[in-house]
């Protein structure tokens, strides 16, 4: 059936899922360091939506950049300190207007916009023009950083989206995701993740939307593999 037949349902479900969804607490805490040898630590600083805030786990140590950060160290035996900077429900321009102007100088930086964007239905250019703009803002604060875009998830799977507002709100994100590998591809130092094409339901926090622990374990992973300072 022609999804713009099944917009007006889709409309009505994305305003019945804001009404909802229950909103899960943002984990306390922003910063933490990992190990304690001698010498500078490597640093990590996440960006973003609510997901960069944390939500959908219990502890912020168990959030995708802390278990990001775990993880380079055990890798690079090097001590690594990380921060997150995340708003609920931000968008890709409201990083780049109120959060990215804000973050410190990093070794790498990690990105999660997108699924906002998919939700208000902005366009690819957009997002894209968007991306852009973050990139040269981060280089600009640390020219030879990594920037890790953690991609977009397969929304097919996201338990909380009823049909039809699930294909139509997983063909958008796959769109976003197609500019995103367009923008790391041109950029020096800019890796994009790709998201395997299912994740199961018991990765999914008790929102039925935003990713649990055992999923932000398995995101960080994915992320390690982009980048390691050995690049």
Known sequence: MDSTLLMPIAMLQGLWLLQRTPRLPVPSGCAGRIGSRPGAPLRVVGLGDSIMAGTGVREQCHSLTACYAQLLQDRMHRDVEWQVHGHNGATSAAVLRTVAPTV?????????????DVTWGVEPARFSRNLQSLVRLLRDKSPRAAILFGGLPPLECVPALPWPLRPIMAQRARELQRAATLVAARNERVWCFDFPPVM??????SDGFHPAEVACERWAAGLLELWSPAH
């Open 200 to 205: 199961p339901a018991e990765q999914f926090a």
């Open 104 to 116: 410190p100088s990093a070794h790498v930086y990690l990105l999660s916009v997108g699924v906002n």
